[in-house]
């Protein structure tokens, strides 16, 4: 894994406050980025629903939205599926500009023109109740892994990604979207 820059160890550092953000109906809540991860576009929803403006989140990393709670695991299993050249479906915590949360099920794939990476998109809904609480819960565990005091800063992704894998594997599941997409 990369070495966290400044800005993200910043963005890491962001307070939260524990509330989710009341939503109402399921809205496609989409995004774009070009093919370094950049925002270029953001629905109306997702300026809704996380506090910032458009103005705020376009030309900003995607990381703008990554709530503190997620284990880095999920990216690095999400930028490997879309490096391969897949779509990645997954349950992600995302934070608000104001530090509360709200939790989507998100399907990012590559945007591929003419055999040329253009960017990657997102769609994200509201997910069940009960899918929250069991992500929640698995996060939880693949975050408390990252963190535990003995494990150095290049491995952190790796101790939650066994946490991961131990769990899908008792789900008889053979990946992550696999599973997911399950509890549709
Ligand atoms: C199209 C697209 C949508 C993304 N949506 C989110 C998102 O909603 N929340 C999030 O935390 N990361 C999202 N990411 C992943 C971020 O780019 C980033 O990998 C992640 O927030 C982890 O941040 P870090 O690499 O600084 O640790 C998205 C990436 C892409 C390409």
Redesign the pocket.
């Known amino acids: 894994m990369r070495q966290?820059s400044a800005a993200?160890a910043a963005?890491q550092r962001r307070p939260v406050t524990g509330r989710e953000v009341p939503i109402e109906g399921m809205r496609a809540i989409l995004?774009?980025?070009d093919p370094s991860?950049v925002i270029t576009y953001v629905s109306r929803s997702l300026v809704e629903i996380s506090g910032y403006t458009e103005e705020e989140m376009l030309g900003q990393?995607?990381?703008i939205?990554?709530?503190p709670d997620?284990p880095?695991a999920v990216?690095h299993l999400?930028?490997m599926t879309?490096k391969a050249g897949k779509e990645f479906y997954g349950m992600?915590k995302?934070?608000a500009k104001n530090g509360d949360h709200y939790w989507?099920f998100?399907r990012?794939a590559p945007i591929v023109r003419d055999g040329t990476l253009v960017?990657?998109?997102?769609a994200?809904f509201i997910p069940k109740r009960e899918m929250i609480e069991e992500w929640d819960a698995l996060y939880t565990r693949m975050l408390e892994a990252e963190n535990a005091s003995n494990v150095a800063d290049s491995e952190r992704c790796k101790h939650g990604a066994e946490v991961l894998v131990r769990f899908l594997r008792s789900k008889k599941a053979d990946n992550l979207t696999e599973y997911v997409m399950r509890q549709l």
């Open positions: 966290m993200a963005r995004s774009r980025t991860g990393p995607h990381n939205l990554r709530h997620m880095c990216f999400m930028w879309l992600t995302n934070r989507v998100a990012v960017g990657y998109t997102s994200r």
